[in-house]
């Protein structure tokens, strides 16, 4: 068996990354990595659940150690991806997805190259906005400081392999799930044609 595809879920906050997420497991041979953060649990939110909740210096131990894939300051807090899960679910031949921002996921491309890009856009502005007003999760400054980092992060969608519309979550998830599956398609006929 070789090895699993790491599948990089992208896109500005509010877009529907995680309820994509959400949507798309359980799938067979498919886990999601959770990431680490320095941000209060949100109410509902479990520790390993969503994220590990990490204090700023146990977080900054970690990256000391060599144990974050990549990590980012998003919003005023810090997130993270824990390698080792990444590592030995990869090499164990399970696909690994991962939601993340955009300057996390330019780095995790760079410690792994074969990762592919997908980023999550909304079918415009104003849904965005509502959307993160109807998740209702961020005071108003924080919520217009995620908007106005939308507009930096749109401008980097070419540096993606795919983009998903999250117009209908289900036909979202469906985009992704069958990308997954060209992904596998292209890796195996890659090594049937190489006769490995
Ligand atoms: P992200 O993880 O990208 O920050 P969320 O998954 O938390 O975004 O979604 C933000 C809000 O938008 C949530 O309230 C969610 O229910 C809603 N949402 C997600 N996808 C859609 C969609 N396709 N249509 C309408 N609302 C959506
Ligand atoms: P939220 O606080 O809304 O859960 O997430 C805020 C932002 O942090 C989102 O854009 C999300 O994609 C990003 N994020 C979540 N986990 C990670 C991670 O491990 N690394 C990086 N760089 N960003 C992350």
Redesign the pocket.
Known sequence: MGRGILLVLS??????????LKRLLPQDGLVMSISCTTRPPRPGEKDGGEYFFLSTQEFMRRVAAGEMAEYAEVFGNLYGTPKDFLERNLAAGRDVIT?IDVQGAEKIKQAFPQAVMLF?APPGRAELEK??R??STENEPDLLRRLKTADEEMSRLHMYDYIVV????DR?AAVVSAVRTAERAKREKMMEELSW
């Open positions: 896109g500005p906050s509010g877009v529907g990354k995680s309820s994509i939601d999550v959307r993160l109807t998740r999250n117009d209908d979550l979202a």
